[in-house]
Each structure stands twice: as C-alpha cells, then as structure tokens.
T-cell receptor
C-alpha cells in the first residue's frame, strides 16, 4: 500500500539552531502535504501545509519545501526555541492522508 | 466556539465489552475520520466518512464499527473483537468542498483495558 517515510525518528538540537525533518511519499497522486505538531497527550495541530503547485512555503520560523519529482518534502524550523519541543508528523494525500511515523524534536537549552 | 468534541477523555473497557467513543463537530465539515495512535507511532486510519449515511474502512477497521446518521456526529464503537484496543483515539474532520483541506482534530480519547 501507499506509505510515507519520515526521518529522523528523534532529533536533538541546541536552542537557536535549525531543525530539518524529511519525508518521502510513495503515491504520486498526492497533492497535499501538511505538517502537524503534537505535544504530549494532546491533539495534533496543523503548523504549515503545502500544495503540489508550490515548491516552497514559509511562515515566520517555519518553512516547508516540496520536490514532486523526487516525492520528497521537508520541514525546516529556524532559531529553535524550547516550546518547539514536540512530536512532528508529516502527511501526504488528497482527501485521505497517509501519515509518517513522527519525529520527536528535543530542544536543548 | 467551533471545534471537535470527543468524549470521554478516558475510557476503560472490560473483557468482552463493546464501548462507544463520541465525536461531535460544529464546523459544518463534510468529512470525518477516526484514527488510532499507539505510543511512539503515527496515526492509522480506522474509518472515514465523506457524507451522511456513508462510510469507508481505513487500514485497520477490523474490530471497529461506525455510524454517520448526522453530519455533526461520527461515533466509533470498539467491539469485543478488537483484541488490543488500548490506544489513543483521535477524531478529525475536514471540508470536502475545495480539495486538499487540513484536518482538524479533537482532543482524543484514551482507551485502556481493565
């Protein structure tokens, strides 16, 4: 079946440094690529999304890039802060989403 | 205040018992979804519904059942056939009009076996 691979599973960065999380998807028909942040025991919350007609999107310290040819998209967080610590999920699809397994981001003070 | 309400927050199931998780939304969204999340893992789709009185199985539907009698409501029943029900269950919804819309989530129900 279709799948989304997400790497790394855990990422530890120094406060103020950048963090990059990468996802690869298998379904070439996917046109929608959201990123969600989930804090422990809480609901996933959308932080940024990108559609297939766009290669890059930025919102303050967060950016997402998409390479449809390679079926690859990435989340970039700059100037990381302690409140960025959470699990981040990527997803790909259209009406239905296929989810990555998540990346636990740890921001070291 | 618009949103998705899941209840209860915590639920305990006895052996052989069916339990029902509630999901209500007042966002006027067309599609609703149920996901299961196990510790340290991503979201796996159980069932989804794009319109009232219609629903489709997701990747892990065995041992679960749903109904969609009203646009606002999409309850999930965890039956006794689901042998490993302990997990965090998340309900989500999205607009269908306009493809590629974000999914909005409820706060989840944590189900455990007694």
């Amino acid at each position: 079946g279709e799948n989304v691979e997400q790497h790394p599973s855990t990422l530890s960065v120094q406060e103020g440094d950048s963090a990059v999380i990468k996802c690869t998807y298998s379904d070439s028909a996917s046109n929608y690529f959201p990123w969600y942040k989930q804090e422990l025991g809480k609901r996933p919350q959308l932080i940024i999304d990108i559609r297939s007609n766009v290669g890059e999107k930025k919102d303050q310290r967060i950016a997402v890039t998409l390479n449809k040819t390679a079926k690859h998209f990435s989340l970039h967080i700059t100037e990381t802060q302690p409140e960025d610590s959470a699990v981040y999920f990527c997803a790909a699809g259209n009406y239905q989403l296929i989810w990555g397994a998540g990346t636990k981001l740890i921001i070291k003070p | 205040d618009g949103g998705i309400t899941q209840s209860p927050k915590y639920l305990f199931r006895k052996e052989g018992q069916n339990v029902t998780l509630s999901c209500e939304q007042n966002l006027n969204h067309d599609a609703m979804y149920w996901y299961r999340q196990d510790p340290g893992q991503g979201l796996r789709l159980i069932y989804y519904s794009q319109i009232v009185n219609d629903f489709q199985k997701g990747d892990i539907a065995e041992g679960y059942s749903v109904s969609r009698e009203k646009k606002e409501s999409f309850p999930l029943t965890v039956t006794s056939a689901q042998k490993n029900p302990t997990a965090f269950y998340l309900c989500a919804s999205t607009k269908l009009t306009g493809l590629n819309q974000p999914q909005h989530f409820g706060d989840g129900t944590r189900l455990s076996i007694l």
